[in-house]
């Protein structure tokens, strides 16, 4: 199973980006999947997660991600608005068959994508 991240970036306070994961090896639409984050001298932090129609998000990207699906592409998105210099970290995506154990410690993971948000 290879969780491919993608769409990481220097970018500037304000701005947009999207985050593609890409799953192989397995088909995880009946999974959930979903995002984390770590930031320099920090721990990694969840950031959203989804399965079937249910979405969480952590409280301080509320509003401002989106996390979505294509099923069809065994992949997960998460849209980034309104970066903040806070948000820079390593993303990394992630899947597992419990939605509770994905926002916890999912058994899937992929490598993570840089993002870097200058102020």
């Known amino acids: 199973v290879q969780l491919q991240a993608s769409g990481g970036g220097l970018v500037q306070a304000g701005d947009s980006l999207r985050l593609s994961c890409a799953a192989s090896?397995?088909?995880?639409?009946?999974?959930?999947m979903g995002w984390f984050r770590q930031a320099p001298g920090k721990e990694r932090e969840f950031v959203a997660a989804s399965k079937w129609s249910e979405t969480y998000y952590a409280n301080f990207v509320k509003g401002r991600f989106t996390i979505s699906r294509d099923n069809a592409k065994n992949t997960v998105y998460l849209q980034m608005n309104s970066l903040k210099p806070e948000d820079t970290a390593v993303y990394y995506c992630?899947?597992?068959?419990?939605?509770?154990?994905?926002?916890?410690?999912?058994?899937?993971w992929g490598q993570g994508t840089e993002v870097t948000v200058s102020s």
């Open positions: 090896g397995r088909t995880f639409t009946y999974d959930g």
């Open positions: 992630a899947a597992d068959p419990s939605l509770s154990r994905l926002r916890g410690n999912p058994n899937y």
